[in-house]
Every structure is written in C-alpha cells, then in structure tokens.
C-alpha cells in the first residue's frame, strides 16, 4: 500500500484558482468514488471539505471542488483567500477495508 | 456536536507499547453508520492511516503497521483505543482519532469528526 501522489507545493495570488493532484492506482483512486480532501492548518486538526470525489460537507464554501479522472484525483480552490493556505491531503479507500492518504500539498497563497 | 480527545502519555521509551484512548462525547459510539480511527503524523512529514474498528469490533489496519497495531473498543465508557508495540523513535507523531463514515456495503469512507491531536515522542 503506497501513498496516494500529491505535488508537495502549489501556490497562487488572491482571486486566482490552483489545482491540487492526487494520483493513485487502480486499487485505490481509480477503483472507488471514496475519494475525500482535507484542509489541515499547523496545529490544529485536519478539516474534511471534500468527500465522495466531488461532495462538499454543510459549511465548506463552493470555492473548493472536486473531481476525479481515472486514477488521478483532484481538488480545485478558486478565488483564492489568504486563508486558505494551509497543507491538504486526499484520502482513498483502497479496498480490504484499508485506507490511504496522500503525502500532501503545501498551498502558498502570494 | 460531536467531540473526540486523545488521551495518553507524551513519553514512551523504546521497545515498549504505545497507548492511547479516545474518548467520544455527543454522539454514540455504537452507529453502524461509522467507523473510528487512529492516524498519525509524523514532525515534518504527512498523514498517515495508523488503523479502524466497526461498532462490530470488526478491526483493519495499515498493512505496514499491522504486526505492532491493535485497535478497541469500549461501548460502556465510550471510547476506543490504540496500542502499538516495539516503538521505535520512528514512531514519534502527533496522533488523531477520528470517526468515518461508513459508505456501501459498510466501507470506510472518509473522516468526518477528528479529535484536536496529541504528540507522543518515543525516547529513552
């Protein structure tokens, strides 16, 4: 079971959009729509703001979305916020009842 | 509104066991809606899925832990816990428990409710 593939930085200006890339396998991304993001600042504790590939929880702003295609899933922040810096991990089911995340994405926002 | 806290020693010596609770309050612990996990993170490094359990006691862990881990459950206090064997300074984290929900035919979906952390370092 290996990690999920994330870039380990992106970065945009205020308003602007970044996409975040989560590659997998066919066991894990590609086989299941059990595909979730977090948002997680330093010290506190991981926010789930997509799940489902592409469902927001109540409370998560429509800027961020999801998506998947074949084994590469994806989380897109637009109109980006300053607030919104922060590291994000995906999360797949990866059959078996077994879990796997990412390695994680830093977001800078300029 | 659910609540989840991590409970436990800050300090383990190496070679020895690991062990921590979590403690649930506002909600039930035993919904065949959810699971409830443990994952960790290491200083500087990413998430990391430590293990589950069903309201079954059903367990499933992390392949690359699976010999040191073991996962329980006590309905009468409300809480679940982690043990995890032979430490290691590699094992040094911040640990989370969290509640899953559970999707079709029961497969653990995603985190929903995470407790806020808490660091144990392994050291002599």
């Known amino acids: 079971q290996s990690a999920l593939t994330q870039p380990r930085s992106v970065s945009g200006s205020p308003g602007q959009s970044v996409t975040i890339s989560c590659t997998g396998t066919?066991?894990?991304?590609?086989?299941?729509?059990?595909v979730s993001w977090y948002q997680h600042h330093p010290g506190k504790a991981p926010q789930l703001i997509i799940y489902?590939?592409?469902q927001r929880p109540s409370g998560v702003p429509h800027r961020f979305s999801g998506s998947k295609s074949g084994n590469t899933a994806s989380l897109t922040i637009s109109g980006l916020q300053a607030e919104d810096e922060a590291d994000y991990y995906c999360?797949?089911?990866?059959?078996?009842?077994?879990?796997?995340f990412g390695g994680g994405t830093k977001l800078t926002v300029l | 509104q659910l609540q989840l806290q991590e409970s436990g020693p800050g300090l383990v010596k190496p070679s020895e066991t690991l062990s921590l609770t979590c403690t649930v309050s506002?909600?039930?612990?035993?919904?065949?809606?959810?699971?409830w996990g443990w994952i960790r993170q290491p200083p500087g490094k990413g998430l990391e899925w430590i293990g589950t359990?069903?309201?079954?006691?059903?367990?499933y862990y992390n392949p690359s832990l699976k010999s040191r881990v073991n996962i329980s459950l006590d309905t009468s206090k409300s809480q679940f816990s982690l043990k995890l064997s032979s430490v290691t300074a590699a094992d040094t984290a911040v640990y989370y428990c969290?509640?899953?929900?559970?999707?079709?035919?029961?497969?653990?979906?995603?985190?929903?409710?995470w407790g806020q952390g808490t660091l144990v370092t392994v050291s002599s």
């Open positions: 999360c797949s089911y990866a059959g078996s009842y077994t879990l796997v």
């Open positions: 066919s066991g894990d991304v590609a086989g299941y729509i059990y």
């Open positions: 506002g909600g039930s612990i035993t919904s065949s809606s959810y699971y």
């Open positions: 489902d590939v592409s």
């Open positions: 969290a509640r899953l929900m559970a999707g079709r035919a029961a497969r653990p979906k995603n985190f929903d409710y």
């Open positions: 359990i069903y309201y079954s006691e059903s367990t």
